[in-house]
T-cell receptor
Framework: DAGVIQSPRHEVTEMGQEVTLRCKPI?????LFWYRQTMMRGLELLIY????????DSGMPEDRFSAKMPNASFSTLKIQPSEPRDSAVYFC??????????FGPGTRLTVL | GESVGLHLPTLSVQEGDNSIINCAYS??????FIWYKQESGKGPQFIID?????DKRQGQRVTVLLNKTVKHLSLQIAATQPGDSAVYFC????????????FGKGTHLIIQP
């Protein structure tokens, strides 16, 4: 199994631009989580899905952030418009219903 | 709100020695605890977990101890190796992994040759 796949691995954009981060979960994992990691705040949950349905989006910082999971094999996290304070590493993690959550390699976002 | 916190931001140990990383949690409803290892440029990697009905769990060179009375979690790494150098996070969950995890801020473990 390839594990959780995230793309792109690095993204540099200018303030005001739209950014889309992508995640492919491990096959058979029916829960998907988006986390953000910064030096100031550490790892924080943004939103999670169960069977493609958003369950808790209370961690999404603003309306500029949105996430979708159109099918069991794909999820996106979109920021529009992006701001410099959105610069962080964004992780996708998935869970199959037992044991722990497995994390992807992350997308390092830099907003200039 | 309640959160998971770590006592020490940096821990330096000699190669071959044992290391102990500590974590305090405040949510008494948490029933599932996990230790993750994060190397530079990578995502958190699962090390070991423990449920609230246990006090101790052992893996290969690692042991997790849970003290629910004082809400304390520790990770013991035996015979540390250079590859153990990383940031270690504890995380908690109140529904066995089904919900989002609450992470501590991390401890940077440095292995001295």
């Amino acid at each position: 199994d390839a594990g959780v796949i995230q793309s792109p691995r690095h993204e540099v954009t200018e303030m005001g631009q739209e950014v889309t981060l992508r995640c492919k979960p491990i096959s058979g994992h029916n829960s998907l989580f988006w986390y953000r990691q910064t030096m100031m705040r550490g790892l924080e949950l943004l939103i999670y899905f169960n069977n493609n349905v958003p369950i808790d989006d209370s961690g999404m910082p603003e309306d500029r952030f949105s996430a979708k999971m159109p099918n069991a094999s794909f999820s996106t996290l979109k920021i529009q418009p992006s701001e410099p304070r959105d610069s962080a590493v964004y992780f996708c993690a998935t869970w199959r219903g037992t044991d722990t959550q497995y994390f992807g390699p992350g997308t390092r976002l830099t907003v200039l | 709100g309640e959160s998971v916190g770590l006592h020490l931001p940096t821990l330096s140990v000699q190669e071959g020695d044992n290391s102990i990383i500590n974590c305090a949690y405040s949510n008494s409803a948490s029933d599932y605890f996990i230790w993750y290892k994060q190397e530079s440029g990578k995502g958190p990697q699962f090390i070991i977990d423990i449920r609230s009905n246990m006090d101790k769990r052992q893996g290969q060179r690692v042991t997790v101890l849970l003290n629910k009375t004082v809400k304390h979690l520790s990770l013991q790494i035996a015979a540390t190796q250079p590859g153990d150098s990383a940031v270690y996070f504890c995380a908690e969950n109140i529904r066995g992994g089904a919900d989002g995890l609450t992470f501590g801020k991390g401890t940077h473990l440095i292995i001295q040759p």
